[in-house]
C-alpha cells in the first residue's frame, strides 16, 4: 500500500470526524460543574452529607480533587457518560442535592455539584470552525490521493485535526481553555482553507 493512499486515508478519516464536530464533539454541550471551597468543620450543617474522599469512587475523587486544587476552586466535566455517579446535577441544591461536605487530606470542603452548557445549537456554532477545517482538509486529502497536491501537506493538516479531538471536549480540554480551544480552530481554519482556495484560483489561472 501506497504513502500516498494511507495518507489520504488517514486525512479524509480526520476530515470526516470534524465535519461531524456536533456529533464527535457532543460533549462541549454535556457539562456538570464542580465547586468547592474549605469551610470549618463547624460550618457542616447536620442535614449536610460528609463525604470522605477516601471512600469515592475513581471518577468522583477525580472531580473533587480537581476543584479542590484548581486555582478558583471550580472544575468541568464534559460529557454525560464521565458524570460521576455519587453526585446529583440540577440547577436547584440542597444538602445531599447538590450540596455536600467533603473531607479532603484532613479538611473539610464545602462542595457544590450543578448543571451547566445549554442548548447544543449555541456549541454548534463553536464548532463551526472545525467543520470548516474539515471540509479543507477533505478537499487536501482528496487532491493527494488523486497526485495533485503534496502528501506532505497532507499529513501535516490531517495530524493537527486528529490534535483537536484530543485536545477538545472529550478529554476535557486538557491543555487549554474551550475559548483558547476555539481560538486555535479559527487560526488553523483560517490557514487550511485559505490555501485551498489560493491553490484553487492558481491553478484557474493557469489554465485560463
Partial sequence: MSRRLVVSAFALLVALSLVGAP???????????????????SQVR?????????????????????????????????????????????DYTAPGQGLYAVVYEGDYYRLYTFAAGGFPVIYWLYELPFVAYGLALGRVGTRAYREEGSVRLATGAAVVGAAFHLVGPVFDFPVGSPTTFVGLGVVAAAALVGGVVATAVRNRSKKA
Avoid: C, K, N
Wanted: proline share 5%.
Fill in 23 to 41: 456529533v464527535t464533539m457532543a460533549d462541549w454541550s454535556e457539562q456538570v460543574s464542580f465547586s468547592a471551597s474549605e469551610i470549618d468543620a
Fill in 46 to 90: 447536620d442535614e449536610t452529607p460528609v463525604l470522605r474522599y477516601d471512600e469515592l469512587d475513581a471518577d468522583a475523587q477525580d472531580a473533587v480533587r480537581q476543584a479542590v486544587e484548581s486555582p478558583d476552586g471550580s472544575h468541568v466535566v464534559y460529557g454525560d457518560e464521565d458524570w460521576p455517579d455519587r453526585f446529583f446535577y440540577s
